[in-house]
């Protein structure tokens, strides 16, 4: 038996700090996602603070046909299927599940449902990320901030699962 403990990886603190470091910061991030995507509805000429020119316009991305469904889930379920809500309020839930996931489940539990939501989300990343740089021909920083923090949620809980799984 090896005296040497193996520890999950970690970015700040620790692996746990940092994946509810990492939702917590989704949350915000989705936040002010929702309310872009809302003042913009309500008023055509507010401008974001990530509105910074044409090609680089989190307002344009969020109120885009892309922002609800991630485009898609209109033409499957249709447009008033809650499938078809606001990204922002998809993200929201993950990100708060992963977070009461984090509190209540025991740990091999909790890396395993994290870990297969994360790459879900990664997924889901990749794809937005497509339809943002080659369909939108945009740059959008909330965007860009959520896909960081999917990817380092990956990392983390990835790290997590190899931990309790090994």
């Known amino acids: 038996m090896s005296s040497t403990a193996v520890v999950p990886a970690y970015l700040l603190w620790s692996n746990a700090t940092d994946i509810l470091f990492f939702n917590v910061l989704g949350v915000l991030v989705c ?3 929702l309310h872009v995507e809302v003042s913009k509805e309500k008023d ?8 910074i020119s044409e090609y680089m316009s989190c307002s344009r991305v969020l109120t ?4 609800q469904g991630f485009g898609v889930m209109h033409l499957f ?5 809650m499938l078809n809500s606001r990204n922002c309020n998809i993200g929201l839930v993950v990100f708060i599940v992963h977070i009461i996931i984090c509190i209540l489940l025991p740990g091999p539990i909790a890396s395993t449902i ?3 939501s994360a ?5 889901g990343s990749i794809y937005l990320a497509f339809i943002l740089l080659f369909v939108l021909k945009d740059v959008c920083l909330v965007c860009f901030a959520t896909y960081v923090i999917n990817g380092c949620l ?6 997590m699962y190899q931990f309790y799984h090994a």
Do not use: E, I, R, W
């Open 119 to 123: 790459f879900v989300c990664v997924m």
């Open 64 to 67: 885009s046909q892309y922002s």
């Open 77 to 81: 379920f249709g447009k008033n299927h």
């Open 114 to 116: 994290m870990y297969c």
């Open 154 to 159: 990956l990392y983390l809980t990835h790290s």
């Open 44 to 51: 055509p000429s507010y401008k974001a603070m990530c509105d």
């Open 31 to 33: 936040l002010y996602a």
